[in-house]
């Protein structure tokens, strides 16, 4: 069903683009699995709540992303799902309001990359397991039931949404607003929030630390 592209590890089927090519596939099986991984995750976050469809408010739709993750010599990983929300068909005002999330620059890469070599300071880059799903939605939004998506009760229901997931308007905003509670809890500063809001750092007399916000 799928085309075939070369990679160092042999050939990979393309990623199917909707629930029921890979429903279809021959890889059937391990997209359900990574289905499933993904909606313990959103269960076991709190993003949702099970609720009857309102009546008169507007519920935004969803679909599944599919992904073969390969590592960086080209070699296979996992098979990934990710539920993805239509925020295009959010409105301002009625179920989204501030959008904006800062984003680190590259001239601020180059200059705690600078401080790193001068100060011999080690290097690490932490990648947040399904990131969005730690900021709280200040906003009322339903979702449509994703595909695959099996509860005896959840006839005439949609997703009540408590946490923000990938494609909301919203969801990058949420998400640095609460890495930036978490690292002020930890002890970090902003030496300068204006111009450089994505940039903290921790130092006393025995430790530096600069840590930069990326969402």
């Known amino acids: 069903m799928y085309q075939a592209f070369g990679s160092s590890a042999g050939d990979v089927p393309d990623d199917p683009l909707t629930y029921d090519q890979a429903m279809a596939s021959d890889l059937k099986r391990e997209w359900h699995n990574a289905i499933q991984i993904e909606l313990n995750s959103l269960k076991q976050c709190e993003a949702y709540v099970l609720v009857k469809r309102p009546v008169n408010k507007p519920v935004v739709g969803c679909r599944w992303v599919f992904k073969t993750k390969l590592d960086p010599e080209g070699d296979f990983t ?124 921790r130092i006393n007399c025995d430790m530096i630390m600069y840590s930069f916000v990326y969402g």
């Open 78 to 201: 996992c098979y990934r799902a990710r539920l993805v929300a239509e925020g295009f068909s959010q409105s301002f005002g009625i179920d989204c309001n501030e959008t904006f999330a800062p984003v680190v620059g590259h001239s601020s890469l180059r200059l705690l990359f600078a401080i790193s070599a001068v100060k011999k300071l080690k290097i690490h880059h932490l990648d947040v397991n399904t990131a969005f799903l730690n900021g709280d939605l200040r906003e009322e939004i339903f979702l449509e039931l994703p595909e695959g998506f099996n509860d005896g009760s959840s006839q005439n229901c949609v997703l009540l949404l408590k946490k923000a997931v990938y494609g909301l308007r919203q969801s990058a905003r949420v998400w640095n607003e609460k890495a930036h509670e978490i690292l002020l809890e930890l002890g970090f500063v902003q030496p300068n929030p204006k111009v450089k809001p994505c940039i903290y750092s």
